[in-house]
């Protein structure tokens, strides 16, 4: 567990992203395809419309058969992080903002994923971090991020320029659900896998805040006087409900969701991408 109060400077910022991404660090993978590159591999049967430029000739005079020499291409994934700075996200619980929790995970993940030599980027409202790979890149990119402050501007969510990657997106997704429907179609195709990490506080998931509480709408900065206990009931269900057709869009798409709740420990959010990212590196 982590005291928010230590997030003072981005020095903290840094050191504490580098130690809860330590313990999910690996040896460095290699993901590739075969093709014609540097590192021999195998060979297989020259057919009609292959290039004659990569028949192996040494290979025709010993055999007086067609052989292409095939290689292994070295290849990085690509991983892309949309943080939600909606003014919703400034929610805080233990002292814990929604939006720094995003901007933490968010560190960590870059760092697991610059460690692996993948490249990486991400993007918020008014922010685009463009996509690197590195260790001097990863600092550029916690730099801009941990000064990352909330917008009324709504995301421009058009990723058609990646391919081979993965998208993992971190909101507390509070928009009608046709918006969210929208904003899922666009980033999920055959090309990329979408993770999402459901930001919600513990005590706003079940409105424990006693009888009588004054709510603050962080968008708009209307007050409400609300009896918490006596309208409990009926919003835990409006709230299932809302949870229940984002799981069942997720589900339609193939997108993979994930809740990360505040009072946890961060490592388990971070245990839930690591996994995502093990299958991508299998």
């Not at 395809?33 to 990569?54: A, C, K, S, V």
């Not at 709230?239 to 946890?264: D, F, K, Q, T, V």
Request: proline share 2%.
């Amino acid at each position: 567990m982590i005291d928010p109060s230590t997030i003072q400077s981005l020095k903290n910022f840094e050191w504490i992203s580098k130690i809860l991404a330590k313990g999910f660090m690996q040896g460095k993978h290699s993901s590739g395809r075969l093709g014609q590159g540097m590192e021999f591999q195998q060979y297989r049967n020259y057919l009609p419309g292959d290039d004659i430029r990569n028949i192996d000739w040494k290979m025709f005079a010993k055999t007086e058969k067609l052989y292409i020499k095939q290689s292994i291409i070295e290849t990085e994934h690509h991983y892309h992080f949309i943080i939600d700075n909606s003014r919703s996200m400034l929610y805080e619980e233990n002292g814990w903002s929604k939006l720094m929790l995003a901007k933490i995970l968010t560190s960590s993940m870059m760092r697991i994923v610059a460690n692996q030599g993948d490249r990486f980027s991400w993007q918020a409202s008014e922010e685009n971090m463009p996509r690197g790979s590195g260790m001097k890149h990863w600092h550029y990119a916690i730099e801009k991020l941990y000064n990352l402050t909330t917008s009324t501007t709504s995301l421009n969510l058009h990723p058609g320029f990646l391919r081979n990657a993965t998208i993992i997106y971190m909101s507390d997704f509070y928009d009608q659900i046709e918006v969210l429907q929208s904003q899922f179609k666009l980033l999920k195709n055959p090309l990329t896998e979408v993770v999402l990490f459901h930001i919600l506080g513990t005590k706003e998931k079940s409105l424990t805040f006693g009888r009588n509480t004054t709510f603050l709408d962080l968008e708009s900065g209307e007050k409400l006087n609300v009896n918490a206990v006596a309208t409990q009931s009926q919003y835990q269900k409006r709230l299932l409900a809302h949870l229940n057709a984002l799981n069942n869009i997720c589900l339609a798409l193939g997108i993979h969701l994930e809740e990360c709740l505040m009072n946890r420990s961060i490592t388990e959010c971070l245990r839930q991408f690591f996994h995502v990212y093990q299958q991508n590196n299998a």
